[in-house]
């Protein structure tokens, strides 16, 4: 499986990147499988930048704060009104409003809404399989309802936290994990709400008790410093800890 991070910057886009998105890519069947996690404010425009966007398979929404699912506007608007026509619906799977959510975004009715350009797919209990992929979610806490997002595709694993606060919901999804891709948007030493995100201190702690072999530091909003948040990490993981970016790519 193979990650891209489209977009990492934390709450808002940055002068270097646009808000979270990722994408996932694994060979499955003769062909490669596309699916992106999060679609937020930016990441649209860096997206083509790295792929073709209208080949995307799937979406997988953590939550449906703007930073995550605001680029699913622009999105409608490419594939319901591509000049070669209409492109297929794909599924996006994401908490139970997000249609009516997305809808309200783009200021339309909620009938049809954007329900003609994407099959919106509330998640349940069950784990998702779609193609080579296997999702599987947990509630974590934020203070809108948000999931960790677990992918498994040909033997190996990626958590992604979505945003989150710490919780028993994030470190399950993190369980043994091969790589984790952790939100650190917060730093030491301030006054920080409980229940909305997490220090790079307490993503590397969160780490170390799921047991994951790799750590990857996102969300870090634009103003902090990211290799602060990193500094912060370090000593609490033991493992190799880093710092994504716009662009970087990771063979899981
Ligand atoms: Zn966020
Ligand atoms: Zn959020």
Redesign the pocket.
Known sequence: MRMTVIGCAG?YPGPESAASCYLLEEEHGGRTWSVLLDLGNGALGSLQRYADASAIDAVFLS?L?A??CLDLCGYYVMRKYHPEGALPKIPVHGPADTARRMAKAYDLDEDPGMNEEFDFIPYGADAVEYGPFKITVRLVV???T?YALRIEAGGRTLAYS??SGVCPGLEDTARDADLFLCEASFMEGAVNPPGLHLTGREAAETAERAGVGRLLLTHVPPWHEPDAVLTEAVPHFDGPVSLVSSGSSYDI
């Open positions: 709450s939550h704060h930073d995550h934020h203070p809108v948000a979505g945003d």
